[in-house]
């Protein structure tokens, strides 16, 4: 990957500090292969510049990541994607908990009971991977 090849158009929205929604992206683009393990990403200042965002909030999303270990520098070598596998699993099973913890969330407030909820997501699933009904 370049070092502009996909990090241009990326939407920060205002409701989450802008450093973890490039934590979450990173994440995001190592669960889908856009990031691979060991590869050397963008440093701080070209990040900076790639997201339009403050060099400071690229240096905090980098110092979070450092310390999740997704990512790892060491002297002056450029930053790379952790190889540690351990890491690189709890990636996507922690993607998908927080999807589900923020959809539940949202439908306990309008009071759906879980057997609805439950088909509903069934059928939506299946509707989405161009299956029918669940079987």
Known sequence: MT??????????????????????????KLVTGRLAAGQVIPSRRELASLLKINPNTAQKAYKEMEERRLIVTEGNAPSRVTEDAGVLRGIRAALVEEAADEFIAAVRRIGMPADELIELVRRKYDERQGGGAHD
Do not use: C, H, I, T
């Open 3 to 28: 070092n502009e090849e996909g990090w241009k158009d990326v939407a920060f929205n205002s409701r989450d500090p802008v450093y973890l929604q490039v934590v979450r992206l990173f994440m995001e």
